[in-house]
């Protein structure tokens, strides 16, 4: 990954101030802006991963920024502080994931440091599901001028899937998966048939925010989860509507020791 940046928007500049002098020997790089005006501007030339902002700002207020930044950065990880807990336009953002985390001040520095790091984490692992989804779509592409039957698609695609070097499934309309690939039955123990439901495999709690990330904004999302005493992360994405697949999930083990030991 490029170098880590954080953007802290605020309309005072001695609480911008204060915030780069506190964060000055961590290993991230911040960059601050007065107003959702100025720190656009910000965006358009820095490659920033994470974006921390106020609520109570004039002109535009914390979360329209933030609703700016979903549409031309969205992979950008949103942040935003206040002093409001029960602000209704804050839990609205949160809700359709304009907003990944709220902090409420005051904020500790220690904890504000864990969930910039947090949110890192979260980057990375949207890069990597964008990464091999792009690999498989791609794949997918080449391989449709080449098919005269869907019964050959399928077959040639889990040839692919096939060589992908993690646990892969693909989970059909009705909440069951059809198609694995070789990675995923030697990691669930070959304990998986074509047509086993998602909750035989996962179990009901696991599967319902697996259902839930299927709907996350923007297609894609990703889940951390304990399975068989291995820390996971479960990366999900959606397919299009008029697919006849609902989506597919990627396995992949937690690598980010340091982040294990904070937590």
Do not use: H
């Amino acid at each position: 990954m490029d170098d880590k940046i954080v953007l802290i928007v605020d309309d005072e500049v001695d609480v911008l101030n204060a915030i780069k002098r506190q964060f000055r020997k961590e290993d991230f790089k911040i960059i601050t802006a007065q107003g959702g005006v100025a720190a656009l501007e910000k965006l358009k030339i820095n490659r920033v991963q994470v974006v921390i902002s106020d609520e109570r700002m004039p002109g535009m207020g914390g979360v329209t920024f933030l609703q700016e930044v979903k549409k031309e950065y969205p992979d950008t990880i949103r942040i935003i502080l206040s002093g409001y807990a029960d602000t209704n336009s804050i839990i609205s953002a949160i809700n359709q994931g304009e907003v990944y985390r709220f902090i409420s001040k005051p904020w500790s520095k220690d904890d504000l440091i864990d969930i910039i790091r947090q949110a890192f984490s979260q980057y990375e692992i949207i890069l990597k599901n964008k990464s091999y989804m792009g690999k498989i779509i791609n794949q997918n592409r080449q391989l449709q001028k080449e098919i005269d039957s869907r019964n050959t698609a399928l077959e040639i695609s889990l040839e692919i899937i096939n060589q992908i070097p993690l646990p892969l499934l693909v989970v059909t309309a009705d909440n069951s998966v059809e198609i694995f690939n070789n990675e995923a039955s030697t990691f669930l123990n070959e304990n998986i048939l074509p047509g086993e439901s998602l909750e035989n495999i996962f179990g009901t709690s696991t599967k319902d925010k697996i259902l839930q990330g299927f709907g996350f904004p923007g297609g894609q999302s990703s889940l951390r989860v304990d399975i068989n005493n291995r820390d996971l992360t479960l990366l999900i994405r959606s397919f299009r509507s008029k697919d006849p697949y609902k989506g597919m999930i990627i396995i992949e083990d937690i690598i980010d020791d340091k982040l294990k030991e904070r937590n």
